[in-house]
């Protein structure tokens, strides 16, 4: 008796590798930029920031909160991005909604060694509400005119080769 090979499984076995092979990085874009809150947050220094301040270039806005295991453990990838291709054209900041706890944060960042990204902080407890978040970790692309562009809710691997093609293949990155 012959053993049956399951159409399934002969499929996997032959696309399976070509399939590994075209790994991409999901980021859904919008089909029209969407104008952002002028929220105010402010640098682990203290500094306000402005989000509704054209930024220059392209801002990858990473919003986390240190009770949030997804958005710990994604904390190094992004400092990592920043690291390797930040710079006029591109910037990762963290925004943590983490109202009122700025040593908590900044004991985070530590611990996770991001020593790269510009981390900022929900002092007033709007950002989530103000940017119409449901769910953490959720980052934000906004291009150089300070506009929602793209918007992708889970954790995500950051500093993969995908996504790094994905960045720089932006327009005016």
């Not at 949030?68 to 925004?95: K, N, T, W």
């Not at 691997?157 to 790094?164: G, L, M, V």
Request: aromatic fraction near 6%; glycine fraction near 10%.
């Amino acid at each position: 008796m012959r053993p049956m090979v399951s159409l399934a499984a002969l499929m996997l076995a032959l696309v399976g590798p070509a399939v590994a092979q075209q790994a991409t990085f999901d980021f859904p874009m919008h089909a029209a930029p969407l104008d952002l809150p002028d929220l105010v947050v402010t640098g682990t220094d203290g500094t306000p920031y402005t989000l509704g301040d054209p930024p220059q270039g392209h801002v990858l806005l990473n919003v986390w909160a240190t009770w949030c295991a997804p958005c710990r453990e994604e904390l190094p990838d992004l400092d990592a991005l920043q690291r390797d291709i930040g710079g006029p054209g591109f910037r990762v900041i963290a925004l943590s909604t983490d109202t009122g706890r700025r040593p908590a944060v900044e004991r985070l960042l530590a611990e996770v060694g991001a020593e790269t990204l510009d981390p900022v902080i929900d002092d007033t407890g709007a950002a989530m509400r103000d940017l119409g978040i449901i769910a953490l970790p959720t980052t934000l692309l906004i291009d150089g005119s300070g506009q929602e562009i793209g918007r992708k809710l889970g954790p995500a691997q950051w500093n993969s080769p995908e996504a790094i093609a994905f960045f720089e293949a932006l327009p005016g990155f």
